[in-house]
């Protein structure tokens, strides 16, 4: 073997040893027959790595846990659990927040099991899995959005930081703030979700809306939102900046311009040092 093919093969076998573990698949509860899974993505040093749930988009009726775009959070040496949620047209809402606060509930008490501080934990997800995170954090000791799905209830699905990409915060206002291609997507995603349009559906839209549960306790929040999205009204993001600032929570909104709906600029090294930071500044032992 030659002495460039052995350095090839050496680089190899080092790049795979600092690859991150992907252990994919984990039931986390059953919501009747539904089995509900979650990916833990694993750095190489998971004993005592801090934990973020991260939840997929998909206007709450399609998307997979299988897209997480937050490596180089796992690489940095946190631990990253994906985690699917019974889609609209399987359940209406409040289901989708019933089971992340059990994927919640389940991360804390598994964590002696995987090694990982389930102390405080940053919740994250982009369009309709920002709104989601979104509304997991507000609406932190929530009976009524608890559930009580999964063998963990004693333990709490609180969260302690909150990064919300380009989601809904108000579903009285969203369709009013929408584009007519916004329109033709929201109108029937929140058909699905809540049943049929908000305006019919005004109790469950408040309950599922984030900006209706802000209060000085909020975790936490960051938003990144672009100035050009077609789908979802960036007065979103603005309603949702506003509620913290009234209620006196910390927030940082941060506008990407001339970004749209989604796409690698929210994920950059730019955009990826914001996360960071505001990652450090509100959970302490943040790397």
Partial sequence: MNRSLCILLLLL????????????????????????????HMPQKAEGAPLMVWIHG??????????????????????????EYRLSPVARFPAQIHDIKAAIRWLRGNQNKFGYNAKRIAIAGSSAGGHLVALTGTSNGHAELEGNLGKHLDQS??????????????????????TPHGLNVRVPALELLLGDVPEKQPAMATLASPVTHVDAGSPPLLMLHGDQDPQMPINQSHELHHAYKQAGAPVRF?????????GKKFYDQDRLAIVR???????????
């Avoid at 997979?64 to 985690?83: N, T």
């Avoid at 579903?171 to 703030?177: A, E, P």
């Fill in 58 to 83: 998909g206007a709450w009726r399609r998307g997979s846990k299988d897209s997480m775009p937050l490596g180089e959070l796992v690489k940095d040496g946190w631990v990253i659990a994906s985690v």
């Fill in 13 to 40: 076998l080092c790049l795979n040893g600092l690859a991150a573990d992907v252990q994919r698949d984990i039931e986390y509860a059953r919501a009747g027959d539904i089995r509900l899974l979650l990916d833990l």
């Fill in 254 to 262: 941060e506008v990407v311009h001339g970004a749209a709906h989604g």
């Fill in 157 to 178: 699905s609180d969260v302690q930081a909150i990064v919300d990409y380009y989601g809904a915060s108000n579903l009285h206002t969203i369709l009013h703030q929408s």
């Fill in 277 to 287: 930071a505001f990652l450090k500044k509100h959970l302490p032992g943040a790397p």
